[in-house]
Every structure is written in C-alpha cells, then in structure tokens.
C-alpha cells in the first residue's frame, strides 16, 4: 500500500524559505515520479512541482517555477521542496503524491495523496 507523509509546514514569515518533506513507503521509489500539489482555501488543488527520483527531471507550475525547488533522497525515499521568498498567496495545504511521469496532466489528474501539511504565511 502506497503510503505518503508530507511534513514541515507552520507558520512562516513572508519571504521566508521553508522546506517541506514527503516520506514515501509501500512501493519502490525510484520507479515512480513524486508530484506535490497545494490547495487554497475556498480554491482547488493545483499542481506545483514534480521530480522523477531516477533521472532527477523536474517539472514546475508558473506559479512557482523560480522560487521553488523539489529535490529526492533515495536512499531515505524522501521528496522535498524547498521554498524561497514565500509570500501570502504560497499560503495553502500542501500535498505530495506518486505518480507515472513529471507533467502538468499527470500531477491534475493524480488520485492519491498525503495528508497533507499546512503553511501559513504572515505578513
């Protein structure tokens, strides 16, 4: 079974540069790729980033792409993405997620996830 911790969120100051984590466990990490996605109260969830753990390939939503950066552990099967410069509209719960390949349509369409964490930016 494909289980999934995201940690690390809090409160943050804006302009900040929090890292957050996903534990991965229950399949064999390098073969799949790891998404993370946020959601805004009152808003849907939308992809933010992406990393194929095998060849290191990353994908990045517009919104983030820059200030973002998500990166892999394999040996602890671990996925991060460190945030910098965060503002009050990076505010949202954010959720990791295993996936076939690194693309916008992959991470939309994705149906498993964590339990997300919280990250709340003060201003």
């Known amino acids: 079974e494909v289980q999934l911790v995201e940690s690390g969120g809090g409160l943050v100051q804006a302009g900040g540069s929090p890292t957050l984590s996903c534990e991965a466990s229950?399949?064999?990490?390098?073969?799949?790729?790891i998404g993370w996605a946020r959601q805004i109260p009152g808003k849907k969830r939308e992809g933010s980033s992406c990393i194929n753990p095998r060849d290191g390939y990353t994908w990045y939503s517009d919104s983030v792409k820059g200030r973002f950066t998500v990166s892999s552990d394999n040996a602890k099967e671990t996925a991060s993405l460190h945030m910098t410069n965060v503002d009050p509209e990076d505010a949202a719960t954010y959720y990791c997620t295993v996936l076939n390949a690194c693309t916008s349509t992959r991470v939309s369409l994705a149906d498993i996830w964590g339990q997300g964490t919280q990250v709340t930016v003060s201003s």
């Open positions: 229950g399949y064999y990490f390098d073969d799949y790729a």
